[in-house]
């Protein structure tokens, strides 16, 4: 499995950004997807997850109403729509694969088997 973020870039806070995360490998239908971020001198955090069939997600308190997380299993794909970006979104976000098939979208870094390369989003204020 080999995972490929982008779509990330330099927004004004209140803009909005798309990322995207290529799955490549089988059966991504059965792989939980997370997006995390890690900001400079911080550690990796949890933004948003959706578990394999898509019946559930999670967002961060800090993103909630604000980011959603979505994923297209003919494309191969999981997505985090970014709106009303706020400085303290600036981080480098990882998108992440878990193999297990949860009921429920795991939270937790260390459950997720596969990670991209991250993808730099900066938020002007």
């Known amino acids: 499995v080999q995972l490929q973020a982008f779509g990330g870039g330099l927004v004004q806070a209140g803009g909005s950004l798309r990322l995207s995360c290529e799955f490549s490998?089988?059966?991504?239908?059965?792989?939980?997807m997370g997006w995390f971020r890690q900001a400079p001198g911080q550690g990796r955090d949890v933004v948003a997850a959706?578990?394999?069939?898509?019946?559930?997600?999670y967002y961060a308190d800090s993103v909630k109403g604000r980011f959603t997380i979505s994923r297209d299993n003919a494309e191969n794909m999981v997505y985090l729509q970014m709106n009303s970006l706020k400085s303290e979104d600036t981080a480098v976000y990882y998108c992440?694969?878990?193999?297990?098939?949860?009921?429920?979208?795991?939270?937790?870094?260390?459950?997720?088997?596969?990670w991209g390369q991250g993808t730099k989003v900066t938020v002007s204020s």
């Open positions: 992440a694969a878990d193999r297990s098939r949860r009921v429920v979208a795991s939270t937790t870094p260390g459950t997720y088997n596969y």
């Open positions: 490998g089988r059966a991504f239908v059965t792989y939980g």
């Open positions: 959706i578990n394999w069939s898509g019946t559930s997600t």
